[in-house]
C-alpha cells in the first residue's frame, strides 16, 4: 500500500524559513512528478511547485524566488524549501506523486505570523 507522509510544517514568523518533506513508500511502481499544492481556508487547492523525474520545476508565481522544490529519486523523497515566508503563505500543504495513479498526503499545516 503506498503512503506518502509530509513533514515540516509549523509555526513561523513572516519573513522565516521552513523546510518540507515528503516520502513516499509502498507499492508505487515509478515515480514521475512530484509536488506540492496548498489550500488555505476558503480557498481552492493551489499549484505551489512541481517536479519532473528528470529535475524539470514549475512554480506558482506567487512563490518564484522565495521557494525551491528539490527531489531525492532514491529515497522516493521530494522537498519543498520555503523562504521569505509571507501570511498569506498560511495553508495546508499537501505533497503528491504521480506514478501509474495519483498518491496524495494527508497534508502538513503551515502558518506565518506577521
Known amino acids: 500500500q503506498v503512503q506518502v507522509v509530509e513533514s515540516g510544517g509549523g509555526l513561523v514568523q513572516a519573513g522565516g524559513s521552513l523546510r518540507l518533506s515528503c516520502v513516499v513508500s509502498?507499492?508505487?511502481?515509478?515515480?514521475?512528478?512530484m509536488g506540492w499544492y496548498r489550500q488555505a481556508p476558503g480557498k481552492q487547492r493551489e499549484l505551489v511547485a512541481d517536479?519532473?523525474?528528470?529535475?524539470?520545476?514549475n512554480y506558482a508565481d506567487s512563490v518564484k524566488g522565495r521557494f525551491t522544490i528539490s527531489r531525492d529519486n532514491a529515497k522516493n523523497t521530494v522537498y519543498l524549501q520555503m523562504n521569505s515566508l509571507k501570511p498569506e503563505d498560511t495553508a495546508v500543504y499537501y505533497c503528491y506523486a504521480r506514478g501509474n495513479y495519483v498518491c496524495w498526503g494527508q497534508g502538513t499545516q503551515v502558518t506565518v505570523s506577521s
Open positions: 517536479i519532473t523525474s528528470s529535475g524539470s520545476t
Open positions: 509502498g507499492g508505487i511502481l515509478r515515480i514521475n512528478d
